[in-house]
């Protein structure tokens, strides 16, 4: 078997400093779906960046808002590549506006999809007029799963996915540095006459929280997994797909019903994709990880008592990478002329010297959730779960703006692609800032429920 549930030992957890104390019926879930599926003829995004010429599978916002007590949380899907600030901020304001749901409960969660708009890092003509129309469309999806609101019973569940995903890059013999699997000088052996392995691990955990009605019905669930959605074969076929993502929330549907709401939140996937990309066979590939979510969910263990609901959210100055010092041997090396990267380059030196940054991080009972708005390499993931109180922790990358990749100490010694000014632009120890706050928030959160206790 591909997939293995864990066994996990699921306990409630007790109320929250400065909130009502829940009790063991007072949680509520809901949950709402809007179609944000572009028109064709919009940009898709890419370096080739085509011309959409339809849609294969829709791409959703799907909500989810969960409450207990006088806490309440919004998470959002959105099947898109990234979510700028600006969107972001205009989605929450507006969501504001029509529920009582507060800035710093509101994460949205692009799945990272490769078949989804472009999304430039400014406002432009490029998809102008359709990223206008996003942030009225994601506050829709927050309104509804809002007024949808329920008493719920919460289950988790975790399956562990060992195919369909790989380290993306590997260490050449030729000078000790990091390619990428999908560069064509990979395939060289006069340039790369050995490989010496991936230069790092994945991270298998398929996570899944299931919300059900008191009659045992799915409303929806929570899914994160850890990998790129770039499966579906984007290159021969100009269309748009929510990619894996979509294929989880189809698999869901079809074996708890219609009704049932998948919001997906990617992991710490920068260095973490499928073996193979733009696949034409990808809706097989993805069913891996649609029947990894069905088996999440079917072996779901049930949190007793009380289901506390927490979340803060901090905006933390950052250093930018140090652009100005990138030598152009770290572009040449990966078989690209550097002037082919010297926009992307300006661009990470036009940026302030210091950053604002959103982290957040949120709980639904034992399950806990930390924030990072970059593409945070899988290792920083592991470390955040590894240092958590919580008994289940998820990292949600790109949650909330967009500052690209996030690599580790040795990604950057290795260089390659994702360590290049403009695809990177927080440095080091801004990375480290960062994971270091999740790491704090997430302890703050579970302190709450100590010194409750302790009274």
Known sequence: MPHRISCLLLAGLVSLTGAAEPKSDDFKAGFAQVDITPPAGAIITGPSAPVSTGTDVPLMARAMVVQSGDRKLAIVGVDLVKVRRDVADQAIALAMQRTDLTPDAVLLCPSHNHSSPLIPMQGGKVN?????TLPGRIS????????????????????LVYEGHINRRVISKADGLALNTWLKKLNDLEQVPQ????????DPELWLVRFDAPDGKMLGSLVNFTCHPCLHDRIQIHTWSADFPGVIAEHIEQAFGPEAVTVFMQGASGNIQPPVCWAPDWKRRAAVFGTAAVEAAQGALPVAGPVAVDY????VEVPRCDAESQRPEAISRLGWRPESFEGAKRTAESMPRM??????AARIGPFAIATNAGELFVEWGISIKKQSPFPHTVLSELTNDWVGYEPT????????YETLAGANFVSLEGIQTLVDTAVEMLNELWSKENQTTNK
């Open 128 to 132: 102008g007029e359709y990223i206008d």
């Open 140 to 159: 829709d999806a927050i309104v509804r799963a809002n007024q949808a609101l329920q008493p719920a019973r919460v289950s988790i569940g975790r399956s």
């Open 195 to 202: 490989v010496l392995g991936s230069e790092s691990v994945t």
């Open 312 to 315: 803060a959210r901090r905006e």
């Open 355 to 360: 950053l604002q940054v959103p982290v957040s």
């Open 409 to 416: 100490a040795l990604a950057f010694q290795h260089e390659g």
